[in-house]
């Protein structure tokens, strides 16, 4: 054998070398593509969407300030307490819609 015939055989299976490895990085890639594509659709199609999860919690906090003057402020307070509350408490169960917005033109 040649030198040169040795230098040919020695190209051609390192050619043949770098074709494999190739052809098997580009079939995984294509896999694993693939794979996290069909979970991503099951997850959709089941409805489990984590970007709309309810995982995210709300708090709500009222103040309330009550003074000693009259006793009708007092009780204004509390039922305007009573009505915030009560507003909260809605707002918190309907957190699945969208809260409505309300524009005015003058």
């Keep these: ?3 040169a015939e040795r ?4 190209a051609n299976r390192k ?7 190739r052809v098997r990085v580009a ?5 694993i593509f693939i ?6 659709y099951v997850q959709m199609v089941q409805g489990r969407d984590p970007a709309l999860s309810n995982n995210a919690s709300v708090t709500t906090t009222t103040s309330t300030t009550s ?5 009708s402020t007092t009780s204004s307070d509390s039922a305007t307490t009573d ?12 957190n699945s819609n969208p809260a409505t917005v309300q524009t005015s033109q003058s």
């Design 1 to 3: 054998m040649t030198p």
């Design 7 to 10: 230098a040919r055989q020695h």
């Design 15 to 21: 050619r043949a070398r770098i074709h494999r490895i």
């Design 27 to 31: 079939t995984l890639t294509v896999t």
């Design 35 to 40: 794979a996290v594509f069909a979970v991503i």
């Design 67 to 71: 003074t000693t003057s009259s006793d």
């Design 83 to 94: 009505d915030s509350s009560t507003s909260s408490d809605n707002s918190s169960s309907s």
